[in-house]
């Protein structure tokens, strides 16, 4: 995913205290992201994490419904291993994700809930780099995360939001990360215990790996974590890194 162009990534900012992540699907977070989680966690930063879907159109043998229900458990599971503050879900449906109003408007009441200095994503642009072609669920979401983060500060957008009580508007994020990217700019060193989370993590998604590869679960979680913890080291004065493209706000 990252790109093996020969210049060093910056230093991912670390001066914030809650961080919003807002994906596509159950097991988002935990394809890349969730050994940064497990290192901000350890220093006591807060972060939440967002499903877009329930990730019902995950597993070809399963019925959406039942997938739903096994995917949920399997990414509060998941999220329990990295120290994630809140796990919660919205009911767009699964691989026909709409870019539009709609996601914008639950992604910016999420904001305006949690009020994150960092939000967090994944992959927004069309492809992983080369001609790895993306999802248009990713596609979809994480230009939503990148609108709404200016939404969820303007008080003139989704009023409702805040006539109902409850919320006000949110202008305090700082940055958008994007994870995944074919384009980083970012990094955070992960070490050996933030990897083994992110193993531990990963492996939660039971049924999802099973249904996608013949290899033992823990063996698969372990080989694609670590794969991609050491992707951008080179880029990183050699240290294992989780990559992100950083927008400032
Ligand atoms: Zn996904």
Same mark, same amino acid.
């Given at each position: 995913?990252?790109?093996?162009?020969?210049?060093?990534?910056?230093?991912?900012p670390g001066?914030?205290?809650? &961080?919003?992540?807002? =994906? @596509?699907?159950?097991?988002d977070?935990e394809?890349?992201? /969730? @050994?940064?989680?497990?290192?901000?966690t350890a220093e006591?930063k807060?972060?939440a #994490?967002?499903?877009?879907?329930?990730?019902? &159109?995950?597993i070809d043998?399963?019925?959406p419904?039942e997938s739903?229900? =096994?995917? %949920?458990?399997?990414q509060l599971?998941s999220?329990g291993?990295?120290g =994630?503050a809140?796990?919660e879900?919205?009911?767009?449906?699964?691989?026909? !994700? $709409?870019?539009?109003?709609p996601?914008?408007?639950?992604?910016?009441?999420?904001?305006?809930?949690?009020?994150?200095e960092?939000?967090?994503?994944?992959?927004?642009r069309?492809?992983?780099?080369?001609t790895a072609?993306n999802?248009?669920?990713?596609r979809a979401v994480?230009r939503a995360?990148?609108?709404? /983060?200016?939404?969820?500060?303007?008080?003139w957008i989704f009023? $409702?939001?805040?006539?109902?009580?409850?919320?006000?508007?949110?202008?305090g =994020?700082?940055?958008v990360?994007v994870?995944?990217?074919? %384009?980083?700019?970012h990094?955070?060193?992960?070490?050996?215990v933030?990897?083994e989370?992110?193993?531990?993590?990963l492996? $939660?998604?039971r049924? #999802? !790996?099973?249904?996608?590869?013949?290899e033992?679960?823990?063996s698969?979680a372990r080989?694609?974590t670590e794969?991609?913890?050491g992707l951008?080291a %080179?880029r990183?004065?050699?240290?294992r890194?989780?990559?992100? %493209?950083?927008?400032p706000?």
């Amino acid at each position: 995913m990252a790109s093996d162009s020969g210049e060093q990534l910056a230093a991912m900012p670390g001066d914030w205290e809650r &961080a919003l992540a807002v =994906v @596509a699907h159950p097991d988002d977070m935990e394809y890349g992201a /969730a @050994a940064a989680v497990a290192e901000w966690t350890a220093e006591g930063k807060q972060v939440a #994490y967002l499903m877009v879907t329930r990730g019902e &159109a995950g597993i070809d043998g399963l019925e959406p419904a039942e997938s739903a229900r =096994v995917r %949920e458990a399997e990414q509060l599971a998941s999220a329990g291993k990295v120290g =994630v503050a809140s796990v919660e879900f919205l009911d767009h449906r699964d691989g026909v !994700i $709409e870019e539009g109003v709609p996601l914008r408007r639950d992604i910016a009441a999420a904001v305006r809930k949690w009020r994150p200095e960092l939000l967090l994503t994944i992959n927004h642009r069309e492809t992983w780099g080369g001609t790895a072609w993306n999802t248009p669920d990713h596609r979809a979401v994480g230009r939503a995360v990148l609108d709404a /983060a200016g939404d969820a500060g303007n008080r003139w957008i989704f009023p $409702e939001q805040l006539e109902s009580g409850g919320v006000g508007p949110w202008s305090g =994020v700082r940055w958008v990360a994007v994870g995944g990217s074919p %384009e980083p700019t970012h990094a955070v060193a992960v070490g050996d215990v933030a990897v083994e989370r992110a193993v531990a993590s990963l492996a $939660e998604h039971r049924a #999802y !790996i099973a249904a996608l590869s013949d290899e033992p679960v823990e063996s698969y979680a372990r080989s694609f974590t670590e794969w991609i913890a050491g992707l951008a080291a %080179e880029r990183f004065g050699g240290r294992r890194c989780v990559t992100f %493209e950083l927008y400032p706000r």
